[in-house]
């Protein structure tokens, strides 16, 4: 297995498949407590707020008996001015196996796989990546779908500022799906036309063919830089609502990966229909970095056949 | 006890301004070249074998910060004095982005008096265009002008003048003292928070870019206010084709403008950032290989007039950082000329001659340097580097004389290495290492 996940190309389709059936069965027992990273320690080293990404490394590191520290960087030796490097040089000398690392910057995860010798998961940075979002948005699609193989999947909002986009596009191709960007042309990213996607402005047209409809948070900053006039035109013309909701085929998925701006890009009840599998993505994210500290920390020692084998 | 003349032995002498390229012998006396030719001999005279070697006139960097006052822990007059002389350089311009800003006589003449008492280049101040790089009113150009560092080339480097109309009256504020003004092209509300090219690699990395027409946009408006001024414009660090183009036009249209490239711009693409290591930020950012031909094709045919540097030191501090919070900066003028010499001579894309007077005799007549960048010839200052076309060598940061590490050309092997500078008629550098107590 991969020593660092900086990027969701850091796996092939393979590696993605073997991330997605680890997660099975740890999805199937959710609560249950595994032994397999007792005596390991992994820190959740945030430098940008986050509940739902740290919680879920957090539980997901517990169920595996691993230790857990928690740094955040209000509150401690960043604010007296200590650099990233010297920050996670100190962490690493307390003995860390892994660092799951947030930040604002892209590439800071990356930087700090070059400086400390602990394993590095990216858990969000800047407009970087996401790519553990990405693999537990895998794994929700693999739950209804039973191939990725030319799955329709529109990713509807500001793709420009979105590292979950980037990180969803990315694994998405790699496991065979065909993507469509849905965006204002302000918040469609420079050079997406090399991306492999089709790109639209209108998200109507696209509505009756998908699989999947991913709806990106709409932030209020885009409105103050002039991405968009307001965030109301915006829900206007690209919000999931109701009306435009109807026009989904009934199988298709509609996804979001929080928190959301109801009433914005996604209508308050729409988030609520039976097809809206929002809150199973946020369940499916434990198991998912469950099945990825287990395959990336649990060492030789750990035996083909999930972790019950183990 | 006075010094021996020296006899420079046996080597390809280049001077484009006298357009000599031959085989010959140089004998110095004191500070001049005092006879040149073949076989030449004398009595009491220090032999120095140079076979092999080019002798040509030393470099001149129009386009150099050396954070004296104020970032001395990143570099100094002193450090970068020496890493201009290892570089083969007599001359750098120091630019205005200091703390305090040289935008004062007092400042420039303490820089300029600074660089004379190390002694190992002159170092020739850029006087700020505005009080402080403010962009909000003109500073004191007559006073620095007047004063004993005599500054006749103006700049906010690092910043760019925004305001139109501030733009106009620095252009034709200048021409009371005959001085060029060169303003960093970057309109601020296009290149927002940007950090690198915008482009394809920035849209996947997710780090901010700054469209070619950030650059293009003033440039175009500079172009246009030296037209309207009747003055001189220089532009620095040209990045893109589009900007490539714009001089071509204006120059064909007799706009009295001049521009340089830096070896990084000639050399290196945006790919580079994709490692996010800030060593490979800069501003302007690394464009594409597009962009790089446009550069070549503009540096060949004379469109970009000569190479600066752009020699920016940062402490390892303020670059080992995450990619958005580094500042935009690398190192040139221990690299500058084996980059392009690697890069464009040994490629056969340009000849030696047309380097070298890109890289000395060009520079120099811009600012009017009177006394650098040739030619060699009899009665001239002898102020002449000395560099081993053949020889091969691979860049180590920690060997750099600069007081920061911040190469992009890391592990690189580059061909061409200085081996003696001399300023003067005194070494410098002489077989590769500096020579203290020029002052």
Same mark, same amino acid.
């Given at each position: 297995?991969?020593?660092?996940?900086?990027?969701?190309?850091?796996?092939?389709?393979?590696?993605?498949?073997?991330?997605?059936?680890?997660?099975?069965?740890?999805?199937?027992?959710?609560?249950?407590?595994?032994?397999?990273?007792?005596?390991?320690?992994?820190?959740?080293?945030?430098?940008?707020?986050?509940?739902?990404?740290?919680?879920?490394?957090?539980?997901?590191?517990?169920?595996?008996?691993?230790?857990?520290?928690?740094?955040?960087?209000?509150?401690?030796?960043?604010?007296?001015?200590?650099?990233?490097?010297?920050?996670?040089?100190?962490?690493?000398?307390?003995?860390?196996?892994?660092?799951?690392?947030?930040?604002?910057?892209?590439?800071?995860?990356?930087?700090?796989?070059?400086?400390?010798?602990?394993?590095?998961?990216?858990?969000?940075?800047?407009?970087?990546?996401?790519?553990?979002?990405?693999?537990?948005?895998?794994?929700?699609?693999?739950?209804?779908?039973?191939?990725?193989?030319?799955?329709?999947?529109?990713?509807?909002?500001?793709?420009?500022?979105?590292?979950?986009? %980037? $990180?969803?596009?990315?694994?998405?191709? *790699?496991? @065979?799906?065909? &993507?469509?960007?849905?965006?204002?042309?302000?918040? !469609?990213?420079?050079?997406?036309?090399?991306?492999?996607?089709?790109?639209?402005?209108?998200?109507?047209?696209?509505?009756?063919?998908?699989?999947?409809?991913?709806?990106?948070?709409?932030?209020?900053?885009?409105?103050?830089?002039?991405?968009?006039?307001?965030?109301?035109?915006?829900?206007?013309?690209?919000?999931?609502?109701?009306?435009?909701?109807?026009?989904?085929?009934?199988?298709?998925?509609?996804?979001?990966?929080?928190?959301?701006?109801?009433?914005?890009?996604?209508?308050?009840?729409?988030?609520?229909?039976? %097809? $809206?599998?929002?809150?199973?993505?946020? *369940?499916? @994210?434990?198991? &998912?970095?469950?099945?990825?500290?287990?395959?990336? !920390?649990?060492?030789?020692?750990?035996?083909?056949?999930?972790?019950?084998?183990? | 006890?006075?010094?021996?003349?020296?006899?420079?032995?046996?080597?390809?002498?280049?001077?484009?301004?006298?357009?000599?390229?031959?085989?010959?012998?140089?004998?110095?006396?004191?500070?001049?070249?005092?006879?040149?030719?073949?076989?030449?001999?004398?009595?009491?005279?220090?032999?120095?074998?140079?076979?092999?070697?080019?002798?040509?006139?030393?470099?001149?960097?129009?386009?150099?910060?050396?954070?004296?006052?104020?970032?001395?822990?990143?570099?100094?007059?002193?450090?970068?004095?020496?890493?201009?002389?290892?570089?083969?350089?007599?001359?750098?311009?120091?630019?205005a982005?200091?703390?305090?800003v040289a935008d004062s006589a007092a400042v420039v003449e303490?820089?300029?008096?600074?660089?004379?008492?190390?002694?190992?280049?002159?170092?020739?101040p850029v006087g700020a265009i505005t009080v402080g790089l403010?962009g909000?009113r003109l500073a004191e150009l007559g006073e620095m002008h007047d004063s004993?560092a005599k500054v006749n080339f103006f700049s906010d480097?690092?910043?760019?003048v925004?305001?139109?109309?501030l733009m106009r009256r620095a252009l034709e504020y200048a021409k009371a003292f005959g001085a060029i003004v060169a303003n960093?092209?970057?309109?601020?509300?296009?290149?927002?928070?940007?950090?690198?090219?915008?482009?394809?690699?920035?849209?996947?990395?997710?780090?901010?870019?700054?469209?070619?027409?950030?650059?293009?946009?003033?440039?175009?408006?500079?172009?246009?206010?030296?037209?309207?001024t009747?003055s001189r414009?220089h532009?620095?660090?040209?990045?893109?084709?589009?900007?490539?183009?714009?001089?071509?036009?204006?120059?064909?249209?007799?706009?009295?403008?001049?521009?340089?490239?830096?070896?990084?711009?000639?050399?290196?693409?945006?790919?580079?950032?994709?490692?996010?290591?800030?060593?490979?930020?800069?501003?302007?950012?690394?464009?594409?290989?597009?962009?790089?031909?446009?550069?070549?094709?503009?540096?060949?045919?004379?469109?970009?007039?000569?190479?600066?540097?752009?020699?920016?030191?940062?402490?390892?501090?303020?670059?080992?950082?995450?990619?958005?919070?580094?500042?935009?900066?690398?190192?040139?003028?221990?690299?500058?000329?084996?980059?392009?010499?690697?890069?464009?001579?040994?490629?056969?894309?340009?000849?030696?001659?047309?380097?070298?007077?890109?890289?000395?005799?060009?520079?120099?007549?811009?600012?009017?340097?009177?006394?650098?960048?040739?030619?060699?010839?009899?009665?001239?200052?002898?102020?002449?580097?000395?560099?081993?076309?053949?020889?091969?060598?691979?860049?180590?940061?920690?060997?750099?004389?600069?007081?920061?590490?911040?190469?992009?050309?890391?592990?690189?092997?580059?061909?061409?290495?200085?081996?003696?500078?001399?300023?003067?008629?005194?070494?410098?550098?002489?077989?590769?290492?500096?020579?203290?107590?020029?002052?």
């Open positions: 297995m991969i020593k660092n996940l900086l990027s969701i190309r850091d796996l092939d389709a393979e590696g993605i498949d073997r991330v997605l059936s680890t997660a099975d069965a740890f999805r199937e027992n959710m609560g249950r407590k595994y032994p397999t990273l007792r005596l390991k320690t992994v820190v959740n080293f945030f430098y940008e707020a986050s509940t739902r990404t740290r919680t879920s490394f957090e539980l997901a590191a517990k169920r595996l008996s691993a230790d857990v520290l928690n740094f955040a960087s209000g509150g401690s030796s960043v604010e007296k001015g200590e650099s990233l490097k010297d920050t996670a040089q100190t962490i690493e000398a307390m003995g860390v196996d892994c660092i799951i690392a947030r930040h604002s910057s892209a590439g800071a995860p990356a930087r700090l796989a070059e400086w400390v010798s602990a394993s590095v998961i990216n858990a969000g940075d800047g407009m970087h990546e996401h790519p553990t979002q990405a693999l537990l948005d895998l794994f929700t699609i693999r739950q209804h779908f039973p191939s990725f193989d030319g799955l329709r999947v529109a990713i509807v909002g500001d793709v420009a500022h979105s590292r979950v986009a %980037r $990180s969803d596009v990315l694994g998405l191709q *790699t496991m @065979g799906a065909d &993507v469509t960007i849905v965006a204002p042309p302000t918040l !469609l990213p420079p050079g997406v036309a090399s991306w492999g996607v089709h790109v639209t402005t209108e998200l109507d047209p696209v509505l009756a063919d998908l699989d999947i409809c991913y709806l990106l948070r709409m932030q209020l900053e885009r409105q103050k830089g002039g991405y968009v006039p307001s965030l109301r035109e915006y829900a206007r013309l690209w919000g999931l609502d109701r009306r435009r909701a109807a026009m989904l085929p009934e199988r298709a998925l509609i996804m979001h990966p929080g928190p959301m701006n109801r009433g914005v890009e996604i209508a308050a009840d729409v988030a609520e229909f039976p %097809r $809206s599998v929002i809150t199973d993505q946020v *369940t499916n @994210g434990i198991a &998912v970095r469950q099945a990825l500290l287990y395959l990336m !920390l649990g060492g030789p020692e750990v035996k083909e056949g999930g972790p019950d084998a183990g | 006890m006075p010094a021996k003349p020296l006899l420079l032995r046996g080597a390809r002498v280049v001077d484009p301004v006298s357009g000599t390229d031959a085989i010959a012998d140089v004998l110095i006396d004191k500070k001049t070249i005092s006879a040149l030719g073949s076989a030449l001999s004398g009595d009491g005279v220090e032999v120095v074998d140079c076979q092999g070697l080019v002798i040509a006139p030393a470099f001149v960097d129009l386009h150099t910060h050396l954070r004296e006052p104020g970032r001395e822990d990143a570099e100094t007059i002193e450090s970068g004095s020496r890493a201009a002389a290892l570089g083969g350089f007599s001359a750098v311009c120091a630019m982005n200091t703390n305090p303490q820089v300029f008096n600074t660089g004379r008492a190390v002694g190992l280049a002159d170092v020739y403010e909000e004993n480097d690092g910043r760019c925004q305001d139109s109309g960093h092209a970057e309109d601020a509300g296009l290149a927002g928070g940007g950090a690198m090219n915008e482009g394809e690699v920035s849209g996947l990395l997710g780090i901010p870019g700054v469209p070619d027409e950030a650059e293009e946009l003033v440039i175009a408006r500079d172009l246009a206010l030296t037209r309207l009747g414009l532009v620095p660090h040209v990045s893109t084709a589009g900007s490539v183009e714009l001089i071509r036009a204006a120059k064909a249209t007799g706009i009295n403008v001049t521009a340089e490239a830096t070896p990084h711009h000639l050399s290196l693409t945006e790919t580079l950032v994709a490692s996010f290591d800030p060593v490979y930020k800069v501003a302007p950012p690394l464009r594409t290989r597009a962009d790089v031909e446009a550069l070549r094709a503009g540096l060949i045919d004379g469109t970009i007039d000569c190479v600066a540097t752009d020699h920016a030191p940062h402490a390892r501090e303020d670059k080992e950082r995450e990619f958005d919070k580094a500042p935009p900066g690398m190192l040139g003028l221990e690299t500058a000329f084996a980059v392009l010499y690697t890069e464009l001579v040994a490629a056969g894309l340009l000849g030696l001659s047309e380097l070298i007077a890109r890289m000395s005799s060009t520079p120099a007549g811009i600012r009017g340097l009177a006394g650098h960048g040739g030619p060699i010839v009899v009665g001239a200052p002898a102020t002449l580097v000395i560099f081993d076309p053949e020889a091969r060598w691979i860049v180590d940061p920690a060997r750099l004389a600069s007081l920061s590490d911040n190469t992009p050309f890391a592990g690189r092997e580059l061909r061409g290495k200085v081996v003696h500078t001399l300023l003067r008629g005194k070494f410098t550098v002489r077989d590769g290492e500096v020579v203290d107590g020029q002052g």
